[in-house]
């Protein structure tokens, strides 16, 4: 039997295979944001291979962040066969609204916590953890030959604010041959801030923008952080006015199961007489994704927009590999004039993914033969090895292994080496959740424009006019020698081929 890790190979895209014989079992379905902007790639989502996608039978859902979920639309479209889809309750209730918004007719299992799911092969149980999602599930797995343990995205803490490890339970599973332990934060060895200090982190960052329109905006999916959210823009005489409909639908939510006060917020924008000092607007998109609310908000797409003076709080820290977006998202609302604090001014955010110190507790709860450690880069995996030392698992049983890698789960784990493929996507523009693959040769010839430039021909009044855009400067003065001997643009295409390497594009403007 074996494991294939699919994606990208820095972060996101968490999408993990477990077969055996004809069965296999995937392991979240997740994208991973902005891989290459100046191609215009907005996501990427693992491309299965045949022989992959012909035994999918299940789909296990630990929770319901996009870099988990996000690509089963994409996935799903890959698989011959419909597969099962099996997720908690409220990750299962989100899932099945996206599908139907996607307009992907496809039936999505409920399983309880500690409930077991069976495939033709394998049995699964629900294991709920602490992570900044309104839930999330670890996965203990038995297959005829090993059992297996995935964390799915975890605290290992009990003062996060994200609730408890269940460590009684995590004790009482016996001889886990492989964990699959998530690394996205296995660098960080200091002891994590508590849910007390979050809010007094929040209470300042307030304070410093009392007097101003403020736009809060963190994980939809973390009800704990907007219930926090609510209550002390309360307590500091804001009323919260809830924009988009993810943030609408989780405030709902949270009204439902964590008892906020209903009379403190509001569904829309805010009336157009409120007092600036006594506003806060919550909207989703704090990791800076091009299609959330607060994106479109800023850049001026939405119902409301942000204006010089505002404050912006980023309840959140960029999940590693998706700096890019977070920073040039801040950088485009301070251009605007709002102010913004972010993790780096003041606590405004606890992470939902374990520090070192929490690895080890995990590790020490489960004791596994093995472990592989998953989501997060080469450097944390690496530093996984010296965790598990720490905590009596010798280093060599630490396999470090890159997305695309298959690891044969013999009774000594082996990493066959692969090149995960992707497929790339393009946001179509001002329409959210619309997304267009682009094809290897549209990316080709981007790579081309951006590397060695475009020759446009454009018709003149007795022959054709040539510009070069961002060409070398060799290419340049030879266009301009020759240029004015064009027959026609395949005339020029072929000598600048012969003449210059990599070729410049050309294109006929008509
Ligand atoms: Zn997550």
Redesign the pocket.
């Known amino acids: 039997m074996h494991l294939d890790l699919l994606g990208n190979p820095s972060s996101g895209g968490n999408c993990y295979l477990v077969s055996d014989r004809r069965d296999t079992l995937m392991l979240d379905a997740g994208l991973a944001w902005s891989q290459d902007r100046d191609l215009g790639v907005d996501f990427s989502v693992p491309r299965l291979t045949t022989e992959q996608a012909e035994t999918v039978q299940t789909v296990a859902l630990t929770?319901s962040?996009e870099?988990?979920v996000g690509a089963l639309p994409y996935i799903l479209r890959q698989l011959p066969r419909g597969p099962r889809i099996v997720a908690g309750p409220v990750t299962a209730a989100i899932i099945r609204a996206r599908l139907g918004e996607a307009r992907i007719d496809v039936p999505v299992e409920t399983v309880g916590p500690y409930e077991w799911a069976m495939t033709e092969r394998f049995r699964f149980q629900m294991v709920p953890v602490p992570?900044?999602?309104s839930e999330s599930m670890a996965l203990y797995i038995e297959t005829p030959k090993k059992r297996l343990f995935y964390s799915g995205?975890l605290r290992g803490s009990d003062e996060s604010g994200y609730g408890r490890l269940p460590a009684q339970s995590l004790r009482q599973y016996k001889s886990i041959d492989v964990l699959l332990l998530e690394a996205v934060r296995a660098d960080v060895d200091e002891p994590d801030p508590t849910l007390a200090d979050l809010k007094e982190g929040l209470l300042l960052a307030l304070r410093r923008l009392a007097g101003r329109r403020v736009i809060v905006s963190a994980f939809a999916s973390n009800l704990t952080r907007l219930q926090i959210v609510i209550e002390l823009a309360q307590a500091v005489g804001r009323h919260c006015y809830v924009l988009g409909r993810s943030m609408r639908n989780a405030v709902e939510m949270a009204q439902e199961f964590e008892r906020m006060p209903s009379h403190a917020w509001t569904i829309g924008p805010p009336p157009r007489d409120a007092a600036d000092s006594k506003v806060l607007i919550m909207v989703a998109g704090a990791q800076g994704e091009p299609d959330a609310g607060l994106s479109r908000l800023i850049r001026g797409h939405y119902p409301v927009q942000a204006r010089r003076g505002d404050g912006l709080i980023m309840s959140s820290t960029p999940i590693p590999g998706n700096e890019e977006p977070f920073w040039s998202l801040v950088e485009m609302a301070m251009r605007k004039g709002v102010e913004v604090i972010t993790y780096r001014d003041y606590l405004v955010h606890i992470s939902?993914h374990s520090t070192g110190q929490e690895l080890q507790r995990v590790m020490k709860l489960i004791r596994p033969g093995w472990v592989i450690p998953f989501h997060g880069d080469y450097y944390r995996h690496a530093v996984m090895r010296e965790l598990g030392a720490r905590c009596g698992i010798p280093s060599e049983r630490i396999v470090q292994a890159a997305n695309g890698d298959r690891v044969l789960l013999d009774d000594k784990p082996r990493v066959i080496k692969g090149n995960g493929s992707v497929d790339y996507y393009q946001l179509a523009k001002g329409k959210q959740r619309s997304a267009s693959r682009l094809s290897e040769t549209v990316l080709d010839e981007r790579a081309r424009i951006r590397d060695a430039g475009l020759v446009v021909i454009r018709p003149g009044r007795n022959r054709l006019v040539t510009d070069c855009m961002d060409c070398r400067a060799d290419v340049t003065a030879w266009v301009e020698r020759h240029g004015r001997d064009i027959g026609s643009p395949d005339d020029l295409s072929l000598a600048l081929k012969r003449r210059f390497r990599p070729p410049p594009a050309v294109v006929l403007l008509a």
């Open positions: 929770h962040h870099d988990h992570h900044s999602a995205d939902g």
